[in-house]
C-alpha cells in the first residue's frame, strides 16, 4: 500500500473514531425514575424525598405513578427505576409478612439512614399511618393528607397538580428533618455552654449566656428558669428570663421588679415607693418588659428593638445574681408542691 494511501486511510479510521467519540459523549446518561402508587400517601413521599435528598443518582430523578401494586411497564431488570410501596420489589413492604415497618423504613435501612435524627420522626410518623396507628392531630400527616384535597392544589378541571403537593410535602419534610437534627445538636451543645444551678429550695435554673438557640434543649433538659443573653453588638445584648411551661404557677413578677430596681439604681432613678410589678414596661423604667403571662420577661427581642437608651445597663453576671436571689425566696414546700404535679 502506497504511504499515501495509508495516511488516507488513517485519517478516515481516526475521523471515525471522533465520531464515535462524539455520539458517546453527547449520549445522555439514563435518568433515574421513581415510581410510586397513584394518590400516594406519606410513605411514598417520604421514599421519593429520601431518595432525591441521599441518592446523588436521584436528585433530579423523574416521579411518575402506576396503580398500587403494580409496576411501571418495561422496568423490569431495570437498575434505574426504583418502585417505592408498589410493584412487589425491593422497596415494597406488601406481601413480605413484615410487621409494624414501612417501604420508607426499608429504604432508610438501606441507605444506612436509620441513626439520622432528623429521618426519625419521620419514619414514626410513616410507619404509624401505614399501620393505623393514633396521631396527633397537629401530626404533619394531616397537611399531607390534605393537600390533594385542597381546591388550591387542582386546576380549573378538577385535576390534582401533583408537582405542586410534591413541593410542599417536601417542605415539610425539609423542616422536621431540619429541625431535628438542630435539636440534637443543640443537646450536644448544651453539654458545652450551659451554666447549671440548683437553688437551695429545689428550682433548676440554666443560664446560656450567649446562646439563645439552647432554649428548647435546656428546658428539655429540665430548667424550671432559664436565662439567656444575645449580643447585638459591642456593649450591647438582649437578655431573657423564661420560665418553663412545666411550672405554670411561677411568676416572674417579682424578678421584673427585681431587675427594674437595680436598673434604676445603675441609673440614678429614683424609684422608692413606685409600683414596679407592672406588666409590658409602661412603668418607671421601660428598659425590662414582662408579658402578660407572668411567664417571660425580655431586654430585646425580635419584635422589639430597643433604642439605645433602652438596653440595659446591668451585666449578664449581675442579672444571673439578681435572679438567683430573688427565686431563692420561694419556699422550699412551694417548689416541692410544682415538682409533684
Not at 16 to 40: A, W
Not at 58 to 66: G, H, L, P
Not at 188 to 212: C, R
Not at 286 to 303: F, Q, V
Request: glycine share 8%; charged share 30%; with cysteine.
Amino acid at each position: 500500500m502506497k504511504q499515501t494511501e495509508f495516511k488516507e486511510k488513517e485519517k478516515k479510521v481516526e475521523a471515525l473514531i471522533d465520531q464515535i467519540l462524539k455520539i458517546l459523549l453527547e449520549k445522555p446518561e439514563k435518568k433515574v425514575r421513581l415510581v410510586g402508587h397513584r394518590f400516594p400517601d406519606d410513605d411514598v413521599w417520604l421514599c421519593f424525598w429520601m431518595a432525591k435528598k441521599f441518592i446523588p443518582e436521584a436528585k433530579e430523578a423523574e416521579i411518575c405513578f402506576v396503580n398500587a401494586g403494580q409496576a411501571l411497564p418495561g422496568s423490569e431488570g431495570d437498575p434505574h427505576i426504583l418502585h417505592f410501596d408498589t410493584g412487589g420489589g425491593e422497596y415494597d413492604q406488601h406481601g413480605k409478612g413484615f410487621k409494624k415497618t414501612s417501604s420508607a423504613t426499608i429504604l432508610a435501612e438501606r441507605l444506612d439512614l436509620l441513626k439520622d435524627p432528623g429521618i426519625k420522626p419521620l419514619l414514626e410518623m410513616v410507619t404509624a399511618v401505614d399501620n393505623i396507628r393514633l396521631l396527633p392531630p397537629t401530626s404533619i400527616h394531616y397537611a399531607i393528607e390534605g393537600y390533594p384535597r385542597d381546591p388550591k392544589f387542582k386546576n380549573q378541571d378538577g385535576i390534582i397538580d401533583w408537582q405542586m403537593v410534591q413541593e410542599r410535602v417536601f417542605e415539610l419534610f425539609d423542616i422536621v428533618y431540619n429541625q431535628e437534627t438542630r435539636r440534637v445538636q443543640s443537646r450536644e451543645n448544651l453539654k458545652k455552654y450551659a451554666e447549671w444551678t440548683t437553688l437551695p429550695n429545689g428550682l433548676k435554673i440554666a443560664s446560656i449566656l450567649w446562646h439563645p438557640e439552647l432554649r428548647e434543649a435546656a428546658f428539655e433538659a429540665g430548667a424550671a428558669v432559664l436565662v439567656w443573653t444575645q449580643s447585638r453588638g459591642p456593649g450591647r445584648f438582649y437578655t431573657g428570663i423564661q420560665r418553663s411551661r412545666e411550672y405554670e404557677p411561677l411568676r416572674l413578677d417579682n424578678i421584673a421588679a427585681t431587675l427594674r430596681f437595680a436598673e434604676a439604681q445603675v441609673r440614678g432613678i429614683n424609684v422608692q415607693g413606685k409600683n414596679l410589678l407592672y406588666i409590658g414596661r409602661e412603668g418607671p423604667i421601660t428598659s425590662w418588659y414582662l408579658h402578660d403571662s407572668l411567664g417571660l420577661i425580655l431586654n430585646g427581642s425580635r419584635s422589639w428593638k430597643p433604642t439605645e437608651d433602652e438596653y440595659t445597663k446591668l451585666q449578664p453576671r449581675q442579672i444571673v445574681g439578681l435572679i438567683h436571689k430573688a427565686l431563692s425566696a420561694i419556699p422550699s414546700e412551694v417548689v416541692s408542691r410544682w415538682n409533684s404535679k
